[in-house]
């Protein structure tokens, strides 16, 4: 049976193709192993050559996560938002993973509507700057039930100036002395989990954006 690259590859088609059984393609497939390397060329080449495309969402069912990461912000025309952006899809796809990024115009219902997708999408972790109406955190409570790490960027856009919430962390010296310097007592640290009961607006801190350093520390 000819079998042109317009036509929809499967597991199936493969295993008549090679005479194999359709677990055999899949664990090739899946560089398993116990399949020898023959096999694996035979099956990859042949998979090349059929232009055949994995079943993304079987593998998502099978595995409950996938090569996704979530960003959900207010907005993503602020210098900070998107420069974490640019960042994190930088990052993002030298590790092989792709990025879903969700606008929430700080709306709580928009954020809810954007949660509830990057859960049915089954992403495998989530970066979110809750909107300034969001009270309930019961749906960041899902995603963590399903096994999806969230990690809280908290921003405001008020004269511009940045808020972060995060675990509380020793800072550099660098960023002590900036921190006195401002009347800043207490710090969060962006980028590690928050208490996922803890109201953002109560833990707040503010700290301008020009006392923040232009590296990466």
């Known amino acids: 049976m000819l079998i042109t690259p317009m036509q929809q590859s499967t597991l199936k088609i493969l295993s008549e193709s090679l005479g194999i059984s359709v677990s055999t393609v899949s664990r090739a497939l899946r560089n398993h192993p116990d399949i020898s390397e023959n096999t694996k060329k035979r099956v990859k080449d042949l998979a090349d050559a059929l232009e055949y495309e994995p079943n993304n969402y079987a593998v998502q069912l099978r ?18 938002y998107d420069t974490f952006i640019a960042a994190v899809e930088e990052e993002a796809r030298k590790q092989g993973y792709h990025v879903m990024i969700m606008q929430s115009r700080d709306s709580a219902e928009l954020e809810n509507a954007n949660l509830l997708l990057f859960r049915k999408n089954r992403v495998s972790g989530l970066f979110a700057s809750v909107s300034i109406e969001t009270e309930d955190y019961s749906l960041f409570n899902k995603l963590k039930e399903s096994d999806i790490r969230v990690i809280f960027l908290t921003g405001c856009r008020k004269n511009r100036d940045i808020i972060m919430s995060a675990s509380p962390m020793k800072l550099p010296p660098a960023w002590q002395q900036k921190r006195l310097s401002a009347g800043i007592k207490k710090m969060y640290w962006p980028f590690s989990d928050i208490p996922i009961s803890a109201s953002p607006k109560k833990d707040r801190i503010h700290l301008p954006v020009h006392l923040l350093p232009m590296h990466p520390v």
Request: proline share 6%.
């Open 63 to 80: 595995t409950r996560q996938s090569n996704v990461l979530g960003i959900l912000v207010p907005c993503i025309d602020n210098f900070f």
